[in-house]
């Protein structure tokens, strides 16, 4: 009943910018927030940036200072502006979201991920 889809990931190199999107769509009454995770290969999945229904963000440490959250709420979308990109920032992205169902019920829902790839 519910989706998300992500895009905008590719390969880019050291210093560039990306801008992930990420659109929740199905039995949605509402969104109380969304972020952007991220794994790495050998390495366990890790928060990048969530916001919630009050716009207040936050960020892992790592990408602080490069990274932007945004949400808009009438799109049921969530964006991930990702600047001065590092190697160390490859990795296949996840979007997530917190939400309300029209039934009322209340879970959290991923999307399938989309590779960013950083590299000369």
């Known amino acids: 009943q519910v989706q998300l889809v992500e895009s905008g990931g590719g390969l880019v190199q050291p210093g560039g910018s990306l801008r992930l999107s990420c659109v929740a769509s199905?039995?949605?009454?509402?969104?109380?927030?969304m972020g952007w995770y991220r794994q790495a290969p050998g390495k366990p999945r890790e928060l990048v940036a969530v916001i919630n229904s009050g716009d207040i963000s936050d960020y892992a440490d790592s990408v602080k200072g490069r990274f932007t959250i945004s949400r808009d709420n009438n799109k049921n979308t969530v964006y991930l502006q990702m600047n001065d990109l590092k190697p160390e920032d490859t990795a296949v992205y996840y979007c997530n979201a917190d939400l309300l169902t029209i039934t009322f019920r209340r879970n959290n829902y991923w999307g399938q991920g989309t590779q960013v790839t950083v590299s000369s």
């Open positions: 199905g039995s949605i009454f509402s969104i109380y927030g």
